[in-house]
């Protein structure tokens, strides 16, 4: 699709996007905030956008990143370029987990403007970033579709990611079609009482499962470009929780029975307790819990199959700190 096109299809979707302004209900939380007169919801965020960081990110899967150590399945390798990643602040889910606390729970980041996100989404562009990586963007996508009609006026070619904890409304979801190129949504939970224990929702597998099958219905493949740089697609993470194995081979149950062969599934071992993280997840994945998800993974015979190293020890992890300039460390 075009610019001309994308931005006729954002200003329509802006246009019914509206309402949640004032009685927000963007997400299944559903606060119904009136986010215009600077009432905050769940995720704590306002109206206008605040941003943690905007930066090169190669700690992403290959075909967004360029690069990494990442396990290939059926896949050849590519540049490092990197992910133009713009880390938002808050978070509707709240994981109490979350290696990225800092924005999802401390709030961490500077309000910006709808014109500056653009400006990021451009210079990043120009840095040589593969995609613009929106990460977290569900609680400012008003704004967020208001800076990328201006990006795509002022040249704006690359593809958008939308980078989802994967606890979405499918009707939001739909209205991103035409839109967001390449969805990144986590796929965390099957169990209902674990998501209620560990995330505070009970109905987060029905409601990501089913938006999940929204963004496969619009990206149903894998789309790369010679570089092996994704274009289009759908890409499934699942972060493997140390002691709760027997729910990722759930998961991968209802992948294997819903979604065919072209979807993209990305596991990671790279779990790490952090902030709040319950007694019972204060320990690392286990090498024994990952290769039998990873094993099952395999047994699916997906077109793309991405995974992770094997678990990192409490003293290896890939923990960032955005308190830093750098919170990734890419520049070490």
């Given amino acids: ?3 001309r096109l994308k931005i006729e299809r954002i200003k329509k979707t802006l246009w019914e996007l509206r309402e949640h302004e004032t009685c927000c209900e963007l997400c299944p939380r559903e606060c119904k905030v009136n986010r215009k007169k600077g009432e905050k919801g769940f995720c704590q965020m306002g109206r206008e956008p605040f941003l943690s960081h905007a930066l090169l990110h190669y ?3 290959p075909v967004l990143s360029g690069y990494g150590d990442w396990n290939q399945e059926k896949s050849n390798g590519s540049h ?8 938002f602040t808050g978070c509707h889910l ?3 987990f979350c290696q990225n606390y800092q924005l999802s729970w401390l709030n961490q980041g500077k309000q910006v403007t709808s014109q500056q996100l653009a400006e990021h989404m451009l210079s990043l562009q120009q840095k040589g970033a593969l995609n613009i990586n929106l990460v977290s963007p569900t609680h400012f996508l008003i704004p967020i579709l208001e800076a990328l009609k201006q990006a795509y006026k002022e040249g704006f070619t690359i593809p958008v990611v939308y980078n989802s904890n994967g606890y979405e409304k499918t009707e939001v979801v739909q209205k991103l079609d035409g839109i967001v190129d390449i969805y ?3 796929l965390k939970y099957h ?18 499962s089913q938006a999940i099958l929204e963004m496969h219905r619009q990206q149903p493949q894998l789309v790369v470009d010679d570089n092996n740089a994704a274009q289009r697609g759908l890409i499934i993470r699942h972060l493997i929780l140390p002691g709760m194995s027997s729910d990722s081979l759930k998961l991968l149950e209802w992948i294997n029975s819903h979604l065919d062969s072209s979807v993209c599934l990305s596991l990671m071992s790279q779990y790490h307790p952090c902030f709040k993280a319950p007694p019972e997840l204060q320990k ?4 024994q819990e990952f290769h039998k998800v990873l094993a099952q993974a395999k047994k699916m015979d997906l077109d793309t199959l991405f ?15 955005f308190s830093l300039p750098d919170p990734f460390g890419f520049g070490k």
């Fill in 94 to 96: 709240k994981c109490p």
């Fill in 80 to 87: 490092r370029n990197g992910s133009g990643a713009l880390f």
């Fill in 307 to 321: 995974y992770q190293p094997e678990p990192f020890s409490l003293q290896e992890h890939l923990v960032p700190d």
């Fill in 184 to 186: 990144l949504p986590d």
């Fill in 59 to 61: 700690g992403e899967e």
């Fill in 1 to 3: 699709m075009n610019s």
């Fill in 191 to 208: 169990s209902s009482s674990l998501s209620q224990k560990l995330s505070g929702v009970p109905d987060y597998f029905p409601k990501a």
């Fill in 284 to 287: 690392c994945l286990s090498p």
